[in-house]
């Protein structure tokens, strides 16, 4: 019995004052039923998370310590973290913080490891911290276990989260290989979490502490108290990047017609974003899949970015998140996309220093050049698999080969440093340029024009008839 005090003084210091009225699965049954008072000795309104703590005291989520502190600085361990969770979760669908965990206790052991089966009978948690609720809780823990206690809190910060992440000039200590990093990043799109710092890092791998865990936790229970991020996102300074040679579009979240798709695409890419953030309500598996096939469609007229394939998630709530890459490159795709415009940049200078490009050149003029560096300077790779580099223009600038996607997507990036509108257009397999040059729309293969011994420009220049041809799309 003397084991158990321990676990006993905890359960009686995180009583709960319960609504008069509660309603299932409902935000109301969150109340402050008491007010606080300088109840905790430790705690002073000069100190960090003060309102945090104090209404943690004042929706009952907690009394404290029994020598009467609260421990501000302390870890939190993960069965704590467990139980507050159990609790919130319990009054949310019962207005009682008891009643569910209590069907699950009893069992001799500790505390938390109710409230641990209570969640994990709800769905909220598995079995991956059943051997870990003595332990300190790390904050990508604590993450874990509060992402799934409350279902459709809104994502109040949502766009800029997305951008930010997407764009790593924000919460850059966050990656697809930290554990639990999609809860995390699910903490701040809803308010719980802005960091810790101006860039807004979590510190996912250090301790919890209470005061901190506080803070996420009555922010769960009262939306007033949930913040959002004061980031500036970088903006357009000129022709230096890849994400300056796309014209901006408008951000549509349920975009409809391909048009809509091509302006909510482009507000991604002008952004210097990789992933967009999609709502459909009641989307199913085949329309997500839809969705996804168009958007990355559209993704692939835009070869000079480099992007060829596409990561889709979707939940019952109709939110599709696309994350776009280049093939087996993951995180590096934005690596390999720098040194790319690097690259072609470079090239860009050289011509001109040259003289092969000169101000008094039509922007014909200024294609043929481009069309005629490409084919001299690149080797088809007729071994490439579909996960080859040779597929994006990084292929043709670091090795000098490419398939029809690199050689199309490097000679676009050219003419739209020098200003050329063009897109690519695929059809049968294969892809090529479509380019507007001094007034008149022109079709340019780069990849059959480099086909022979020497350059064959019958592939340059050509007319839709001309084009149609050779390839028809």
């Known amino acids: ?17 319960i609504p008069a009225y509660a309603a299932q699965d409902s935000q109301e049954n969150f109340v402050r039923g008491r007010a606080y008072s300088g109840q905790f000795s430790d705690l002073t309104t000069a100190s960090p998370f003060y309102d945090n703590v104090a209404a943690l005291y004042e929706y009952g989520l907690s009394g404290g310590r029994a020598d009467g502190t609260y421990g501000l600085q302390d870890p939190m361990t993960v069965g704590e973290v467990v ?10 669908r019962t ?5 569910g965990p209590a069907a699950h206790g009893g069992d001799g052991g500790p505390v938390s490891a109710g409230y641990l089966r209570y969640l994990q009978a709800e769905g909220v948690l598995g079995t991956e911290l059943d051997a870990q609720l003595a332990a300190p809780a790390t904050r990508a823990q604590v993450a874990h276990v509060l992402a799934g206690v409350l279902p459709e809190m809104p994502l109040i910060n949502d766009q800029i989260v997305t951008e930010g992440y997407a764009s790593r000039k924000f919460i850059t200590d966050v990656s697809e290989y930290t554990p639990y990093y999609q809860d995390i990043l699910y903490l701040y799109r809803t308010g719980l979490s802005v960091g810790s710092d101006e860039t807004g890092s979590f510190l996912p791998e250090a301790p919890a ?5 506080a803070a996420m936790l009555t922010r769960m229970v009262d939306p007033s108290l949930r913040l959002k991020p004061d980031w500036t996102l970088a903006e357009r300074t ?4 890849l994400a300056d040679l796309v014209p901006p579009g408008e ?11 091509d302006e909510t695409v482009r507000h991604m890419l002008s952004g210097g974003s990789s992933v967009l953030a999609l709502q459909y309500p009641g989307i199913t598996a085949s329309e997500a899949r839809r969705v996804m096939e168009q958007a990355l469609g559209i993704v692939k007229t835009y070869c000079e970015q480099s992007y060829n394939s596409v990561y889709c998630t979707y939940n019952q709530a109709g939110r599709v998140t696309l994350t776009f890459s280049a093939a087996n490159l993951g995180e590096r795709t934005k690596e390999y996309r720098e040194e790319t415009m690097a690259a072609a940049l470079d090239i860009q200078r050289q011509l001109w220093e040259s003289g092969q490009l000169t101000s008094s050149m039509t922007d014909t003029e200024k294609a043929r050049v481009y069309f005629t560096w490409i084919c001299e ?31 199309t997507g490097a000679y676009n990036l050219f003419l739209k440093l020098e200003g050329i509108s063009c897109t690519a257009l ?33 592939f340059f220049a050509m007319t839709a008839a001309q084009s149609w041809a050779h390839h028809s799309w």
């Open 95 to 99: 207005g009682d913080a008891e009643r």
């Open 238 to 241: 000129g022709g230096s990047t």
């Open 209 to 213: 502490t209470r005061g901190a865990a």
């Open 251 to 261: 951000y549509i979240p349920d975009p409809g017609t391909l048009e809509e798709m």
């Open 377 to 407: 300077n690149c080797t088809y790779d007729y071994n490439a698999g579909d996960k080859s580099l040779s597929h994006i223009p990084y292929g043709l600038f670091a090795n000098g080969t490419a398939v029809c996607d690199g050689y």
């Open 1 to 17: 019995m003397r084991r158990r005090i321990p676990a006993l003084l905890l359960a009686a210091a995180l009583l709960l004052t």
């Open 83 to 92: 139980i507050f969770a159990g609790r919130i979760r319990s009054i949310f």
């Open 426 to 458: 695929s059809g049968n397999g294969h892809i090529w340029t479509v380019a507007m040059l001094d007034g008149q729309e022109v079709h340019i293969d780069t990849t059959w024009g480099d086909t022979g011994d020497g350059v064959d420009y019958g």
